[in-house]
T-cell receptor
Framework: NAGVTQTPKFRVLKTGQSMTLLCAQD?????MYWYRQDPGMGLRLIHY???????AKGEVPDGYNVSRLKKQNFLLGLESAAPSQTSVYFC????????????FGPGTRLTVL | SQQGEEDPQALSIQEGENATMNCSYK?????LQWYRQNSGRGLVHLIL?????REKHSGRLRVTLDTSKKSSSLLITASRAADTASYFC???????????FGTGTRLQVTL
């Protein structure tokens, strides 16, 4: 049981480049989340999904897009990276949403130059 | 602004002492959860307390919830060096299908 995995672990981008972060979970969870973590800010929700084929905006969705084509995968895309998107990105999944615990991946450290 | 504010921002204690951290929130909640984050790692769920509960225990952890004051506290008893981490509260406000995280408390336990 791998739990929640994230790919890649580290990435450096130049301003304007695009990339996709992959999150995968093997717990058959319905809910999946993408957060960013910046110093002193705690975790802020970017986008989330309540099931395969669904997505919804969180607190800070601008500059990001997501897709949930398969239940076990949740992709986060940056179409044109900006230095303000330098952050650590965490994916999480949950069986039945906020009434249950969330399981987190190890994170992706992204630097945009 | 953040739904949850944690206090203190940082706490340094010696091994064997108790550590208490507090979380205050702004709106009513369905449940409140506590998570731990070791440096450079993802968050790990510690405990969930529902709005109709006042206290909950899990091993060396004790969580209290006071909905009238909109606050919760996490007590770690007999702390160990391995407890060194950041601790976050997270609230289910019933608004959409998500949790809102606090700003975290950094706990340092020294030998």
């Amino acid at each position: 049981n791998a739990g929640v995995t994230q790919t890649p672990k580290f990435r450096v981008l130049k301003t304007g480049q695009s990339m996709t972060l992959l999150c995968a979970q093997d717990m058959n969870h319905e809910y999946m989340y993408w957060y960013r973590q910046d110093p002193g800010m705690g975790l802020r929700l970017i986008h989330y999904s309540v099931g395969e084929g669904t997505t919804a905006k969180g607190e800070v969705p601008d500059g990001y897009n997501v897709s949930r084509l398969k239940k076990q995968n949740f992709l986060l895309g940056l179409e044109s990276a900006a230095p303000s998107q330098t952050s650590v990105y965490f994916c999480a999944s949950s069986h039945l949403g906020p009434t249950h615990e969330q399981f987190f991946g190890p994170g992706t450290r992204l630097t945009v130059l | 602004s953040q739904q949850g504010e944690e206090d203190p921002q940082a706490l340094s204690i010696q091994e064997g002492e108790n550590a208490t951290m507090n979380c205050s929130y702004k709106t009513s909640i369905n449940n409140l959860q506590w998570y731990r984050q070791n440096s450079g790692r993802g968050l790990v769920h510690l405990i969930l307390i529902r709005s109709n509960e006042r206290e909950k225990h899990s091993g060396r952890l004790r969580v209290t919830l006071d909905t009238s004051k909109k606050s919760s506290s996490l007590l770690i008893t007999a702390s160990r060096a391995a407890d060194t981490a950041s601790y976050f509260c997270a609230m289910d406000t019933g608004t959409a299908s998500k949790l809102t995280f606090g700003t975290g408390t950094r706990l340092q336990v020294t030998l």
